[in-house]
């Protein structure tokens, strides 16, 4: 069996691949240890194994680095729909907290407190967010204030324990959760660049499930973006047809591909590899797997094979859902989008900006919407062949 598509840990016999991507990422990062740390984003489709990626760099690297790990969807703010600079500053400060317990800096958290009370800005309470105390602004003023505290933090922290340390890594992946900050995303991520410009000994990373086309990756990291085209891009691509093909020889001999059935399989998953595995556990072995087989195989586990997008789905409004399935064939353009649903254009600009951000559509180069998710597409082909209809909500 092979890891099943939602475990971010694996064990390094689990692991496969991505060892390129490892050494350049890492030799990017031991420049922290000289006083040059990069700024880096890493996007790449979902279900790529960025996340997997990142925490096996993680484990190898937290010897001599304090590493801070976040995921932004995983946040209280993001799970309840209302994710601020105030989540921000909980995730991002919990974090450190919870890395520097880790290293055993014992003194660093009454060294906080002190100063925590010594700052200008005032506090309303203390709250504990997972398991660690984190102190609550009283205006928005102060919320800046403990912002750029929180900020601060790392390298404050690589200041005094230096001799223990070589610097400090801040991973924050599922960026693309800072959509929810909405008007307010362009300021916070000036501010955010203000801050760590100045940080001699601490890295960033900044990986979400992004395509190269997102309009957050030029918010961040593009010529007129925060970061002004200082940062470092490094796009995490899905397993080519050679690697897949010696993946699935090596973990699971068992499976009997024909050429022609190995070559339908890699069209189904598209080289991403939370569909290889799943997909190559469902399938049966020792059996000659030809592209009849794999077709058919492909259409019975559609349903397992898109369960995390029909949550995705499931959650849409009635509009939202009319729209993607407009796309299913080929791009339209706004206004023919408009024409099918007897809707002026204007008031489409909410559910296209709601899938845009939910990276379920995009807008290419020709002005034409079209639809990111193959898997989610061939789900709701089958569903209509199957049904008749597309199962849609009728309420949201």
Known sequence: MLPWGN???????????????????????NTTSTGSPPAIIMPGIRGVGKSVLLKKIKKEMENDYLISYIDLTKSYGYQMGNLDEKGIIEE????????S?????????NQIKMRIKSKTFEIRDIVDVGGFPVPVPKTEEDIKGLLEYTMELPQNIYNKHKKNIKGCIMIIDEIQALKDLGKNLDSFLWFFRSI?????????????????????????????????????TTEIKPFSIETTENYLKERIPELKFT????????????GIPYYINIFANLLEKNKKLNKENITKEFKRNLTMLADHL??????LNHSEQKILTLLLDKPVKRKDISLKLNRTSNSLSKPINNLIKKGLIEKNGQGTYYLTEQILKAWLKEEFKTNGVYPFRTKF
């Not at 991002?92 to 890395?99: D, H, L, Q, R, V």
């Not at 317990?101 to 958290?109: C, G, I």
């Not at 029909?310 to 959650?315: D, E």
């Open 7 to 29: 475990n971010t840990q694996l064990s390094s016999g689990e692991f496969y691949n991505r060892k390129n991507e490892i050494e350049l990422l890492k030799s990017l990062l």
């Open 92 to 99: 991002f400060y919990s974090s450190w907290i919870k890395a």
């Open 101 to 109: 317990k880790e290293k055993n800096f014992n003194t660093l958290l």
């Open 196 to 232: 760590i410009q100045n940080q001699r000994n601490v890295a960033y990373i900044f990986s979400g499930s992004l395509s190269s086309k997102d309009e957050l990756l030029e918010q961040i990291g593009g010529s007129s973006g925060a970061f002004g085209g200082r940062m470092l």
């Open 259 to 270: 050429v022609d059935g190995f070559e339908r399989f890699y069209y189904c998953t598209k």
């Open 310 to 315: 029909k949550l995705q789905w499931a959650v």
